[in-house]
């Protein structure tokens, strides 16, 4: 490892091989001195690109597994190019309904667009990960943008609790990760993945079970409640309440894909997948998060917080994906893309309307469906679509997932998860019977006042909702080819 | 054997100095007993010859944020909690949670010191400046960059949610 004159041809290569995530981190530098040039109207634009440009460029560049980057640091083969795409795209997705939002709340707040990029690449860093040193401070990355993303309104009383209680039990969850990671390293020596699953180590780790678990079982703590799972749920449904809106669909989509492609990871390098007692912890708390979530998500008033329990009812679906080895690693990357695409177009289009029907009570949204009746078709479009109603791209997710549980013999599980989701149909569709069953008064228009960009990314969302539902193999295809380069590579590992 | 006596002088007091910080109700000498705190971890750190640590230890925790600590403290001017919280419920729950944390660690560790093994930490000299330049210059180049995109982001973060906003 400390092999000291290393060549100058080993460091190009490998920061070559990162050039997506430099990119990023070039768009996030020049978008802040941007920002202090006054160019602060072009912000979003450049953001963009830098996304598109970054996700292209990752996309053209797959490899098989196991292209290590930097001292083997960071996986930059297999799913890796596909998982930052998927990232970038959340990021891009998220652009559409941001400045409109903010524009129509009065707070032209510029740092945010440099922070997005810069969360973006911190989920990057942690998804593709080859280290948990690396882990560790993707995930830190990301979650310092997301703190200060729940924080942004700050003259808000709701936006300050969100920010003071996500970066308290944040931080805390970060301790759990850290101590974690430090008991793995005491008894092996190592933190990287490749030597965490070599013979030796392995041997390690048998002989050492009792600190290994009390490691391994607090990475658990730190990565689970990053994905909201259910004793670690708390915080969520306050959080995304004082975050705004659009922010919020980010946090719930593009912080948990991140999270579980991690987790995913580590769960085949520590070869927690033959481990059933490690294993049996991730299904028992993705059980409890899918009753949980859909249970309390039933019993809300209010759309917003409605959408962060059922953020956490879909946590669940995905752990129980992870249960499945690797289909369900498969099946986990395909619904998160799903997912993103939904849950963005979700909170986005419920940003777009915020400031005309405050507080996001469904109380007013009472005859959503004759005062603007396209708006109100779309926004059930994402419902349908996140209740998992078949030709919706939401149905083939979760038909992934339980195709993927049920396989791998897991018959009990998937039938609580399919009950839990039957239950969940019930409150999208109580929303839409809220939009377009009750009388309200007179039509005002076919659409809310909405700038045209943000009406422009529903309309792109509702379009990849509608196109995914049916040829779902346009998104699987890739993921399976880049994850058949996963397993050959990790079949050589004992 | 002077070695022994240290490590539980150092442990003993780092364990007092971090219940002292729970339990002072007074925000200044729950402060002061962090920095024994502090203190007494960098001399664990000594006796474990990782000499840069401790001399980190000591000028970052212990000297530079305590300062900070400080100046925020008797810059808000706190007052000492006068009551006494409740032992309520909810209190109780989560002290036992702590005791039960407590337990599994202790048996954990204890497991690890009985199987003997020394740990692969303590096989190279970690403890100079030199090895950790090293490495940080080589094996662990890009984590340590991608440390300054953390404290960037940071940074903005401080600034946004402080600054006298008019939003322009």
Not at chain 1, 25 to 46: R, S
Not at chain 1, 176 to 187: D, S, V
Not at chain 1, 237 to 259: C, H, I, N, Q, R
Not at chain 1, 456 to 464: E, F, H, N, P, S
Request: aromatic share 12%; hydrophobic share 55%; proline share 4%.
């Amino acid at each position: 490892m400390n092999s000291f004159p290393f060549s100058i041809a080993e460091l190009a290569l490998s920061s070559q091989y990162v050039l997506p995530l430099l990119i990023l981190l070039g768009a996030g530098l020049l978008l802040m001195l941007l920002d202090a040039f006054g160019a602060a109207k072009f912000l979003p634009w450049v953001a963009g690109a830098a996304f598109l440009l970054s996700a292209g460029v990752a996309w053209t560049q797959g490899a098989p597994a196991g292209r290590l980057a930097f001292f083997g640091m960071m996986e930059t083969g297999g799913i890796a190019p596909i998982v930052h795409a998927f990232l970038c795209l959340s990021g891009l997705l998220t652009l559409f309904f941001l400045s409109d939002y903010l524009d129509r709340h009065d707070r032209h707040i510029s740092d945010v667009y440099a922070l997005l990029v810069f969360a973006v690449l911190g989920m990057s860093l942690m998804a593709n990960a080859h280290d948990l040193i690396m882990t560790f401070i993707g995930l830190e990355t990301m979650s310092m943008c997301l703190y200060i993303f729940a924080a942004l309104f700050k003259t808000e009383l709701k936006s300050n609790e969100a920010g003071l209680k996500y970066f308290l039990l944040g931080s805390f969850a970060s301790a759990f990760l850290l101590y974690g990671i430090a008991l793995i390293y005491g008894i092996t020596g190592t933190t990287n993945f490749s030597l965490l699953a070599s013979p030796e180590r392995i041997e390690i780790i048998q002989s050492q079970q009792t600190v290994f678990y009390v490691g391994a079982g607090m990475l658990l703590v730190g990565l689970l409640f990053k994905v909201s799972a259910f004793p670690f749920h708390f915080w969520t449904p306050d959080v995304y309440e004082g975050t705004p809106t659009p922010l919020a669909g980010f946090m719930a989509t593009g912080s948990k894909m991140a999270t579980f492609v991690a987790l995913g990871t580590l769960m085949h390098q520590l070869d927690m997948f033959q481990n059933t007692k490690l294993l049996s912890v991730v299904g028992l708390a993705s059980l409890l998060t899918m009753i949980y979530g859909n249970i309390v998500a039933s019993r809300q008033q209010n759309i917003k917080r409605m959408l962060a329990y059922s953020s956490i009812a879909h946590s669940g679906y995905v752990l129980l994906g992870l249960c499945a080895s690797q289909s369900g690693m498969e099946a986990m990357l395909f619904y998160m893309f799903i997912y993103t695409l939904m849950n963005i177009g979700a909170f986005g289009m419920l940003g777009m309307v915020e400031h005309d029907y405050p507080d996001t009570e469904l109380e007013n949204w009472r005859g959503m469906g004759q005062k603007a009746p396209l708006f109100a078709v779309a926004f059930s479009l994402f419902l349908f679509s996140l209740a998992g109603i078949p030709p919706l791209a939401g149905f083939m997710g979760k038909y992934e997932i339980f195709i993927a549980v049920i396989r791998e013999g897991l018959l009990l599980p998937a039938i609580v998860g399919i009950l839990a989701s039957i239950v969940g149909v019930y409150y999208y569709l109580r929303v839409i019977v809220v939009m377009f069953f009750s009388k309200s008064g007179e039509t005002s228009a076919l659409l809310p006042s909405a700038s045209r960009i943000p009406l422009a990314g529903a309309a792109i969302l509702v379009v990849l909702v509608l196109v995914l539902g049916i040829f779902p193999s346009l998104i699987l295809n890739p993921i399976t080819q880049a994850l058949s380069g996963l397993s050959q590579a990790t079949a050589v590992l004992p | 054997m002077v070695e022994i006596i240290l490590f539980w002088l150092f442990s003993i007091l780092g364990i007092a100095g971090a219940v002292g910080l729970i339990f002072n109700r007074n925000p200044i000498y729950a402060a002061l007993s962090l920095i024994i705190n502090f203190f007494s971890i960098a001399g664990l750190y000594l006796s474990l010859r990782a000499e840069f640590l401790a001399v980190i230890q000591i000028l970052v925790y212990a000297g530079a944020i305590m300062v900070l600590f400080l100046f925020v403290i008797m810059l808000l001017n706190l007052q000492t909690e006068e009551k006494a919280e409740k032992f309520d419920a909810k209190r109780g729950i989560a002290f036992l949670f702590g005791l039960a944390f407590a337990a599994e660690m202790i048996y954990a560790l204890r497991s690890f010191a009985s199987e003997g093994q020394t740990p692969l930490a303590a096989q190279f000299d970690y403890g100079q400046v030199e090895p950790i330049g090293r490495s940080l210059m080589t094996s662990f180049l890009f984590p340590f960059e991608m440390i300054s995109v953390v404290l960037l982001a940071a940074l903005i973060g401080a600034i946004v949610v402080a600054r006298k906003h008019t939003y322009t």
